[in-house]
């Protein structure tokens, strides 16, 4: 079993920056996949961001390539999630989840074990 905890949301100006971080309980997490997730209110869940279970995988969604680093300390049970330039449109609930397929960076909802409850990021124009 892992339990996902994510932290680090807010609000912020566009322009801004702020680092979200997703702890994970259970001693093996370090052969997990992690992704990032998110959902603004109205809208479908959407893909943002996925890393193998050693880090040499990444995937981005086409929306934040340039400016969203995706992240993981094994040691630390933790993934992370940098966001720069944070625009407006990327308001929504960022939820982390994590698969046992370790190798893995795509993002199908289907293929994730565990899910956190997400943090809460808004940011003001």
């Known amino acids: 079993q892992v339990q996902l905890v994510e932290s680090g949301g807010g609000l912020v100006q566009a322009g801004g920056s702020l680092r979200l971080s997703c702890a994970a309980s259970?001693?093996?997490?370090?052969?997990?996949?992690m992704a990032w997730f998110r959902q603004a209110p109205g809208k479908e869940r959407e893909s943002v961001a996925a890393l193998s279970w050693g880090g040499g995988r990444i995937a981005y969604a086409d929306s934040v390539k340039g400016r969203f680093t995706i992240s993981r300390d094994n040691a630390k049970k933790t993934v992370y999630l940098q966001m720069n330039s944070l625009k407006p449109e990327d308001t929504a609930v960022y939820i982390c989840?994590?698969?046992?397929?370790?190798?893995?960076?795509?993002?199908?909802?289907?293929?994730?074990?565990?899910w956190g409850q997400g943090t809460q990021v808004t940011v003001s124009s």
């Open positions: 989840a994590a698969t046992a397929s370790r190798d893995y960076v795509g993002f199908s909802p289907n293929l994730y074990d565990y």
């Open positions: 259970g001693r093996t997490f370090s052969s997990y996949a």
